[in-house]
């Protein structure tokens, strides 16, 4: 049950991360500048959600 625990965090870490790279490339924050856009914020609010709701249903079953 410790290496799938290592595992759930390392895949919601894993895809906290992406999406945070996407919230930063859709907005242009690597070519010095801040757009604002919609879908970036999207994806941050998406890796956000998904990587906590991943790592609390693990939890959940993980008790049961």
């Keep these: 049950m410790e ?3 290592k595992f ?3 895949v919601s870490i894993a895809i906290f991360v992406i999406c945070f790279y996407s919230f ?3 907005n ?3 070519q010095g500048k801040f757009d604002n856009s919609f879908i970036a914020w999207y994806f941050l609010a998406k ?3 998904c990587s906590v709701a991943l790592y609390l249903l693990f939890r959940i079953l993980e008790k049961h």
Excluded: K, P
Aim: aromatic share 14%.
């Design 8 to 10: 759930v965090i390392s």
């Design 3 to 5: 290496a799938l625990r």
């Design 28 to 30: 242009n924050i690597f």
């Design 24 to 26: 930063l490339v859709g």
């Design 47 to 49: 890796g956000a959600f």
